[in-house]
């Protein structure tokens, strides 16, 4: 029975080693796990930032490029009115010289 005794007790020791290693590992797992996981959630955001500010810059190009528009838009329209009144002035200047021929 001493020896038994003697035999359980070692095979007790064994267990307790052999529990505390696999504890060790699993821990060691966990705490691997976890930073994984932060590393994944923080190269998740660091995308969601590229995403975010593609998306701006894409909305401040449409922007400029609205208000490009608006501006050839205006600069055409003011072309256009100095034209007609060039062409008025013209008409005017030719009706008076034309005036004048008659009169002469």
Excluded: F, W
């Amino acid at each position: 029975a001493p020896r038994y005794k003697k035999h359980m007790r070692g095979c007790s020791a064994e267990i307790g080693a052999e529990v505390r290693r696999l504890r060790e590992i699993s821990e060691a797992e966990a705490r691997a796990k976890e930073e994984e996981d932060a590393e994944a959630a923080s190269d998740l955001l660091r995308e969601q930032g590229r995403e975010q500010a593609r998306a701006q810059a894409e909305a401040d190009i449409a922007a400029a490029q609205t208000k490009l528009e608006a501006a050839l838009e205006s600069a055409e329209n003011k072309l256009r009115r100095e034209k007609n009144a060039m062409r008025e002035k013209m008409d005017e200047a030719s009706r008076r010289m034309n005036l004048e021929e008659i009169e002469a």
